[in-house]
Each structure stands twice: as C-alpha cells, then as structure tokens.
C-alpha cells in the first residue's frame, strides 16, 4: 500500500435486484468448469430503458455470464429470466427478446452487410419483405446504406460492428447484450459505437448490458454492475456504485470493491 492511501474496504454487498419489475433478471447463479467457478451467487435486475454498464476485468466471468443468458451454455444454478419468461424454463420466449453482438465477429465476411442481415432475418423467421425493409431502415440509421451491397471484409472495423449491432435489432428486440464491443477499434470509433448505443437507449427504450473491462465506456447516468472474480461486488448507478465504496470516480472505487483489481 502507497503512502497515506485508505485500507481497502470490505466490498458492501450489491444492491439487491427487482426481478418483478425487471427487463433482464439474473438470481443467484453460479456456474463451474470442472472445480473451477466461474460465477459465484450472481444477481442483479435491469429495467427497460437503462443502459447497464457489465464491468469486470479480463477472466471476471463477463463471458460466461453472457453464455448463460444466450442459453450457448445451460443455467444449472440460479435463474435467469428475460420479461418474466424462465431461461430454463421458457427459452423461445426469453430469446426472441433478446438481440446479442458477441466480442468475436460473426458476420460471413464473404456475404455482403444485406446479404448478412437477410440470413439473421430467415434465422428469426421473418418475412422477406420484413427483413428488407427494417435492413433499409437500420443501415440508413448507422450511415451505412450505400454499402449495403459491399462485402463485409471490405468495411472497417467499426463499421462491421455496426452492422452487428444493426443485425441484432432486425428482430426488434427489447434487450440488447453486447460483449465487449470496442475490443480492437481505436478512441473515435469506440465513442462512435458508444454513442450509437446509448441513442438506441434514449429513443427506443430499449435495454442494454454492455460488457467491458473500460472504465471510460460508463457514464454517471448509466447502471453499473462490478463483476470481480465471478462475484458481483456492486450493482446501482455509476453515482450510487462509487458512494458504495467511499470515492470519487469509477476507476478509484473499482479498485476499493475489487482490492486495486487483482483477481
């Protein structure tokens, strides 16, 4: 410890969740690769309309949490339920609401953007009309729609993921899972995908976890869940997180609840 720094203080437990009235509500879930735990007890809830900021370094269990409520991996401890429907219990209902841009692309870099957004739009079976129409109208909103016939390994970085944020919202969901989005793209375009998303908050009311290991990406009106070593340490908005742990910013309080961040 540094010269004239606090003692680091027992993380306070997370604010608890409000399932009943939630968009996204995890409840007590735990998850284990052989002996190892990945999550530990995990809850939290989210409402429509808030961008909820999942924060949590390298190997917190961001990844796994994320497999969990896309049903890639079985809940086998805890529940986690999408508008009320049971992930377990209930998945078509629960995954029809959810729109998901994963940390590695997925787009067919071989296929133009239309092409890639016609496939996801057969996958959620909509009409073809259907899909042509919300393609249209989701690149226009990106600024992306004079390449709608360009193949995606033609575009850059920030523009593909655009075009995935874009993919995921032709089913028109109500909530929005991003799992570190801006991994490799540079200040501007980080702030550009940042931006675009807290938009599609404001004027769609629709609810987003966005996944990240980047302090800057949370802002004082966003909710901030910490994840540390598959704990939740602290859950509430940005202001109510760094009053929790007794700082002034994100970055100091991260380190009071996490004890400077080590795993």
């Not at 604010?15 to 995890?26: E, I, N, Q, R």
């Not at 360009?150 to 028109?172: P, Y």
């Not at 909530?175 to 938009?199: F, I, K």
């Amino acid at each position: 410890m540094t010269a004239g720094a606090q003692p680091l203080r027992t993380p306070e437990p997370a604010a608890p969740a409000d399932p009943a009235s939630a968009v996204l509500a995890v409840e007590r879930v735990s998850h284990s690769f052989g002996s190892r735990k990945a999550l530990d007890d995990v809850s939290f809830a989210i409402p429509a309309g808030r961008f909820t900021v999942l924060l949590g370094l390298n190997g917190a269990g961001k990844t796994t949490l994320f497999s969990l409520i896309t049903r890639l991996y079985n809940t086998r401890q805890g529940t986690i339920r999408v508008f009320g429907f049971d992930m377990r219990l209930q998945p078509s209902q629960a995954l029809a609401r959810i729109g998901v841009v994963f940390q590695q692309p997925t787009l067919d870099p071989d296929l133009t953007v239309l092409q890639n957004l016609r496939y996801h739009g057969g996958l959620h079976g909509l009409p073809a009309s259907m899909v042509e129409e919300r393609a249209a109208e989701e690149l226009e909103r990106i600024g992306l729609a004079p390449r709608a016939k360009d193949r995606v390994r033609t575009l850059s970085g920030g523009q593909r993921r655009r075009v995935e944020i874009a993919r995921a919202l032709l089913h028109r969901p109500s909530l929005l899972l991003l799992d570190e989005p801006t991994v490799g793209l540079d200040v501007a375009l980080r702030r550009q995908v940042l931006d675009h998303v807290h938009d599609l908050c404001r004027e769609r009311g629709l609810a987003v976890l966005w996944a990240t290991h980047l302090m800057d990406e949370a802002r004082p009106e966003d909710g901030v869940v910490v994840l540390h070593g598959g704990r939740v340490l602290a859950a509430g908005r940005l202001p109510e997180v760094c009053a929790r742990a007794g700082a002034p910013a994100l970055e100091p309080a991260f380190a009071a609840l996490t004890g400077g961040g080590r795993g």
